[in-house]
């Protein structure tokens, strides 16, 4: 079956960092992936998404490249503010369409 | 965009009662809407797959007399947790896509916690 792996958390980082959430997947044929962004006590929001191979998504900053070769979706950001501290879940939709699997989520802090 | 509208957002009931939480698509029509379920600091878990006009595909482990989905209408489906018990307390989100623009989008509401006392 389908499976995302994305990198354990919690991340820490200063305002105006460079942030990196790695995120591979496991999946048959060609799945959509996505990065979702929760904020406490909210649902999820849609941050990006890439449906084929070697798009690139972005958004507010944020950016993900869809890597075949190498199953990845890694998510990154120039310069992290304070704002941007919430959890990030890294998805995919399989040919089946509709399900979504999701990673474990990483949790992000960013430090003023 | 599309918007998914989830209600209520908070509940909390005595061990023993039952809730309904509802999900609407609110300007889209959809025949397939899923339920999550999200303890604290996990990631999100696909309960059930809800089909318009036909029973909901539930996914292993996942009790379906206990958690009850009826899919009426193509923009509203409900979770009802039976005689709930503080185990069941989780935040519960649903999604929808809209078929008809894109089958890879799902829209997601903004979640139900549920707290059983």
């Known amino acids: 079956g389908n499976s995302v792996t994305q990198m354990e958390g919690p991340v820490t980082l200063s305002e105006e960092a460079f942030l990196t959430i790695n995120c591979t997947y496991t999946?048959?044929?060609?799945?959509?992936l996505f990065w979702y962004v929760q904020y406490p006590g909210e649902g999820l929001q849609l941050l990006l998404k890439a449906t084929k191979a070697d798009d690139k998504g972005s958004n507010k900053g944020f950016e993900a490249t869809y890597r075949k070769e190498t199953t990845s979706f890694h998510l990154e950001k120039g310069s992290v503010q304070v704002s941007d501290s919430a959890v990030y879940f890294c998805a995919l939709i399989g040919t089946n369409a509709g399900k979504s699997t999701f990673g474990d989520g990483t949790t992000l802090t960013v430090k003023p | 965009g599309a918007v998914v509208s989830q209600h209520p957002s908070w509940v909390i009931c005595k061990s023993g009662t039952s809730v309904k939480i509802e999900c609407r698509s609110l300007d889209f029509q959809a025949t397939t809407m899923f339920w999550y379920r999200q303890f604290p600091k996990q990631s999100l878990m696909l309960m059930a797959t809800?089909?318009?006009?036909?029973?909901?595909?539930?996914e292993q482990g996942v009790e379906k007399d206990k958690f009850l989905i009826n899919h009426a209408s193509l923009t509203l489906s409900t979770l009802t947790v039976t005689s709930a018990h503080p185990e069941d307390s989780s935040f519960y989100i649903c999604?929808?896509?809209?078929?008809?623009?894109?089958?890879?989008?799902?829209?997601f509401g903004a979640g139900t916690r549920l707290s059983v006392l």
């Open positions: 809800s089909n318009e006009g036909s029973k909901a595909t539930y």
């Open positions: 999604s929808a896509y809209p078929e008809r623009v894109a089958k890879n989008i799902q829209y």
């Open positions: 999946a048959t044929g060609y799945p959509s």
